[in-house]
């Protein structure tokens, strides 16, 4: 069988996380706890700049899967790092991380107040439903 590729795009604009991003248990739901302690580290632009673009892309990440949000991997679960040049990695964590997802490769884009992410997902990212229905295609 062939793996399947996989992409996931999501676009979003600044401003449109604003005031979630003041809210405590907004960050809890859609940050890991080492995109958190970055962040609080940056002024205020560059924070809102840098978490908002983490959010796209994780939302990117969960398109490229082939899941929707709150559909078995948590925000918080899915961590945004850098490779040693300093690209952005998926870093799965918690119940995530023992799924066997597979490797998703990602690009942040900023321009002003928007952010655009680009996710690649190369391995078996279908949902159980996905797996059904091939099923029933072939009975």
Same mark, same amino acid.
């Given at each position: 069988?062939?793996?399947?590729?996989?992409?996931?795009?999501?676009?979003?604009?600044?401003? *449109?996380?604003?005031?979630?991003?003041?809210?405590?248990?907004?960050?809890?739901?859609?940050?890991?706890?080492?995109?958190?302690?970055?962040? *609080?580290?940056?002024?205020?632009?560059?924070?809102?700049?840098?978490?908002?673009?983490? @959010?796209?892309? =994780? *939302?990117?990440?969960?398109?490229?899967?082939?899941?929707?949000?709150?559909?078995?991997?948590?925000?918080?679960?899915?961590?945004?790092?850098?490779?040693?040049?300093?690209?952005?990695?998926?870093? @799965?964590?918690?119940?995530?991380?023992?799924?066997?997802?597979?490797?998703?490769?990602?690009?942040?884009?900023? =321009?002003?107040?928007?952010?655009?992410?680009?996710?690649?997902? +190369?391995?078996?990212?279908? +949902?159980?439903?996905?797996?059904?229905?091939?099923?029933?295609?072939?009975?």
């Amino acid at each position: 069988m062939t793996p399947a590729v996989r992409v996931g795009v999501d676009v979003l604009d600044r401003r *449109e996380l604003d005031r979630l991003l003041l809210r405590p248990w907004f960050l809890r739901f859609g940050y890991a706890p080492q995109e958190r302690a970055e962040a *609080e580290g940056l002024g205020p632009r560059r924070r809102a700049e840098f978490l908002t673009g983490r @959010f796209a892309a =994780k *939302e990117a990440v969960l398109k490229a899967l082939g899941r929707g949000m709150l559909q078995g991997i948590a925000l918080s679960d899915i961590r945004v790092a850098r490779t040693g040049r300093g690209a952005p990695r998926v870093v @799965f964590l918690g119940a995530a991380a023992r799924m066997g997802l597979p490797p998703v490769s990602l690009s942040i884009s900023h =321009k002003n107040d928007v952010v655009v992410a680009v996710a690649l997902c +190369t391995g078996h990212a279908d +949902t159980g439903r996905e797996r059904g229905a091939h099923a029933d295609r072939n009975r």
